[in-house]
Structure formats: C-alpha cells, structure tokens
C-alpha cells in the first residue's frame, strides 16, 4: 500500500521561501506524477503543482512564478520550494500521487499524504 | 473564487438521497471527467470517484457521479452519519492547463 508522508517546518516567515518534502514508501516514485495540493484554514482545496519522474513539471499559473518541485529518485522523495511567502500561503499542505490511466485517460489524486500545517508569520 | 462551482452545504435525514451538482465550463467539465474527493473533518481528501462515474475499491455503491454538458453531480443514497463530510469537485482545465476544484460542499446528515 503506498503512503506519502510530508516533512518540512510547519513556520516560515514573511518573504522567505517554503521547503516541504514527500517520502513515498510502500511503491516506486517511478511512472507516476506527484502533486502538491493546499488548504488554507477553513477553505477549499487548490492544486499547486506536479512533477512526473523524468523531472517534467507542470504549475498553477497563479503561483507558477514563485514555485519549483522537484524529484529526488534515490531517496523515493519529491519536494516543493515556495518562495516569496505571505500569509495568503498559511494552508496545509498536501502531497499526492496523480494517476494517469492510459488506457481510459482518467486522471485523478488516489494516495494522499495526511497534510502538514505551515504558517507564514513573523 | 473557485474555477468550478459547488454548493456550500447540503442535508438530508439518514436513508435519503442527497445530491451535490458542480458547475464549469468547456474547457474543464466540458471536455474532460470528473473526480469527487471526500474530506472528513481533520483528514485528509480521499478518491470517492474518478472518471466521472467510477468507484475506487472500497467506496460503496451508495456513491455516484454523473455528467451533464459542463455539469457534474455526485448523488449519495441511503445516507449515512459517516457521510458528513466536505465534498470536492475537480477536473482538468484545458485552458488554464491545470487542475481546478470546486470550492467544497458540506454535507450535513440531519
């Protein structure tokens, strides 16, 4: 059964750069897309961005300039980097696996990590 | 403001029928399914249907979705108290190349 698992610091201050990582455990990083989806306190759902094992990204066009994900295959781990933070990016932060069916063209996020709480405060 | 539009709330008695709608446009529901997540208070989201209408191992049959145009539904029969919860709508958008949800409707089990 595979499990993500989110790691980083849960504040960060004003205009500095959030760093969060995801272990996968329990299956392969490979030939697979990893997301990263956020929830601000008591709001809805917003996607932020997913990597594809070969390194390719695709963003959020609205947080594409201050973002980066990358992969790290050894280690079974993929990371975030916001950088320029605010309190507009207070959210939990979720990491997840996209499946991409072939076949049917279904896409959609079926392993979730449980979500880490970072705040952006001085 | 959300790409796609769900209610804020629904409700019904146990063993009613409830039904969230999620609203688009062609460029997202239009041209591609559908996926509803489940969040339970104070954890994380959870596949409830992908590809429109097709369930994940373990969801019950009591769920489904279904399309319209660029609308989309998620009907829950035979409700339970382990229903309430937050429901997400999402799909992919062409036009901004991304994914996008709905704002979340909460279902309140009466």
């Known amino acids: 059964q595979v499990q993500l698992q989110e790691s980083g610091p849960g504040l960060v201050k004003p205009s500095e750069t959030l760093s969060l990582t995801c272990t996968v455990s329990?299956?392969?990083?490979?030939?697979?897309?990893w997301s990263w989806i956020r929830q601000p306190p008591g709001k809805g759902l917003e996607w932020v961005g997913y990597?594809?094992?070969?390194?390719?990204?695709t963003y959020n066009p609205s947080l594409k300039s201050r973002v980066s994900i990358s992969v790290d295959m050894s280690k079974n781990q993929f990371s975030l980097k916001l950088s320029s933070v605010s309190a507009a990016d207070t959210a939990v932060y979720y990491c997840?696996?996209?499946?991409?069916?072939?076949?049917?063209?279904?896409?959609?996020?079926?392993?979730w990590g449980q979500g880490t709480l970072v705040t952006v405060s001085s | 403001q959300s790409v796609l539009t769900q209610p804020p709330s629904a409700s019904e008695t146990p063993g009613q029928r409830v039904t969230i709608s999620c609203s688009g446009s062609?460029?997202?529901?239009?041209?591609?399914?559908v996926n509803w997540y489940q969040q339970l208070p104070g954890t994380a989201p959870k596949l409830l249907i992908y590809?429109?209408?097709q369930r994940p191992s373990g969801v019950p049959d009591r769920f489904s979705g279904s399309k319209s145009g660029t609308s989309a539904s998620l009907a829950i029969s035979g409700l339970q108290s382990e229903d309430e919860a937050d429901y997400y709508c999402?799909?992919?958008?062409?036009?901004?190349?991304?994914?996008?949800f709905g704002g979340g409707t909460k279902v309140t089990v009466l």
């Open positions: 590809g429109g209408n």
């Open positions: 990597i594809y094992d070969s390194g390719s990204t």
């Open positions: 062609s460029s997202n529901i239009g041209s591609n399914t």
């Open positions: 329990g299956g392969s990083i490979s030939s697979y897309y």
């Open positions: 999402a799909a992919w958008d062409d036009d901004l190349i991304g994914v996008v």
């Open positions: 997840a696996r996209r499946e991409w069916d072939i076949l049917t063209g279904y896409r959609y996020f079926d392993h």
